[in-house]
């Protein structure tokens, strides 16, 4: 069975551009939740999607945001990028809510911003 | 104020050593996460526990509810053990993680 698959691996964009980023839950999964995770620090909440609307956000701009669609694959867009959202933007998936679920995450998608 | 603390932020071992790393939270939970970052930044799920032990080859993972403490140990550590280990705890009320900031863990030869 297939993972929790993100794309693209890598993406080099410049200040102001929009940023794009994908995520195929595990067959199955209903939720799909999007996490930001800046050089030296946490992960950071950002999204939750579940059954193809937003349950909740993070403490993050309006320029981040996203959908999930159909088949519970969820993309991730960030607008007029900033030097600071570089990071690794990582992808989780679950049955469900996490807490009483095993979660599964991706291997992730590293946005540079330059 | 953190929800949750980890300790320590930096371990570094010997090959063989025993090692343990200490999870404390403040929110009300019914299950705690071990997760486990390799360099290239993948996360993996290591457990999921709502109460007692769990064990999985060489990795144990306790919880005591009552007290808000987890700990993961590691026997026989090994340097493919080298990892950053987060603690996650999703809150009984909203639906999100709280996550420590992680042990960086180095295991030499």
């Known amino acids: 069975e297939a993972g929790v698959t993100q794309s693209p691996t890598h993406l080099i964009k410049t200040r102001g551009q929009q940023a794009t980023l994908r995520c195929s839950p595990i067959s199955g999964h209903t939720s799909v939740y999007w996490y930001q995770q800046a050089l030296g620090l946490g992960l950071q909440f950002l999204l939750w999607?579940?059954?193809?609307?937003?349950?909740n956000r993070g403490n993050f701009p309006p320029r981040f945001s996203g959908r999930q669609f159909p088949n519970y694959s969820s993309e991730l867009n960030v607008n007029a990028l900033e030097l600071e959202d570089s990071a690794l933007y990582l992808c989780a998936s679950s049955w469900g809510t996490f807490s009483g679920n095993t979660i599964y995450f991706g291997e992730g998608s590293w946005l540079t911003v330059v | 104020k953190n929800e949750v603390e980890q300790s320590p932020q930096n371990l570094t071992a010997q090959e063989g050593e025993f090692i343990t790393i200490n999870c404390s939270y403040s929110?009300?939970?019914?299950?705690l996460h071990w997760l486990q970052q390799h360099p290239g930044g993948g996360i993996v799920s290591l457990f999921m526990?709502?109460?007692g032990k769990k064990k999985h080859g060489r990795l144990i993972a306790t919880i005591n509810i009552q007290e808000k403490h987890s700990s993961l140990h590691i026997t026989a550590s090994h340097p493919r053990d080298s990892a950053v280990y987060i603690c996650a705890v999703p809150p009984n009320t909203g639906n999100q993680f709280y996550f420590g900031t992680g042990t960086s863990l180095t295991v030499i030869p």
């Open positions: 929110v009300g939970i019914s299950a």
């Open positions: 999607y579940d059954e193809g609307e937003e349950r």
């Open positions: 526990l709502s109460s």
